[in-house]
Nanobody, 125 residues
């Protein structure tokens, strides 16, 4: 029901920064959490960061903690992922997802029921 569109991916050098954006439409009155996942070809999609519907609680994978920051602007129905200190191993397709089951931006992929199309992030060494 929630439609999500990511933007902001691109090519960046190691140590650089990018900010991803995800615009949500439809079902925006629902109290859902939002999360970011990433996936490399041939690998399982993995959790990166999540945020509750209030924006007061956040959750990060250990691999990005201290480097990435998730936030949301409820007025604009947009969630952001600020990525600093990027590493080559961060190279992946990044997906925005809506947590419509428990609304806290869970690290458990089964809690997400809506997904964006993905945006490519490539980090060169």
């Amino acid at each position: 029901q929630v439609q999500l569109v990511e933007s902001g991916g691109g090519l960046v050098q190691a140590g650089g920064s990018l900010r991803l954006s995800c615009s949500a439409s439809g079902g925006t009155t629902s109290r859902y959490g939002l999360g970011w996942f990433r996936q490399l070809p041939g690998k399982e999609r993995e959790f990166v960061a999540g945020i509750s519907w209030t924006g007061r609680s956040t959750n990060y994978a250990d691999s990005v903690k201290g480097r990435f920051t998730i936030s949301r602007d409820k007025a604009l129905n947009t969630v952001y992922l600020q990525m600093n200190g990027l590493k080559p191993e961060d190279t992946a397709v990044y997906y925005c997802a809506a947590d419509g089951r428990i609304g806290v931006g869970s690290a458990t992929i089964e809690n997400y029921d809506s997904w964006g199309q993905g945006t490519q992030v490539t980090v060169s060494s």
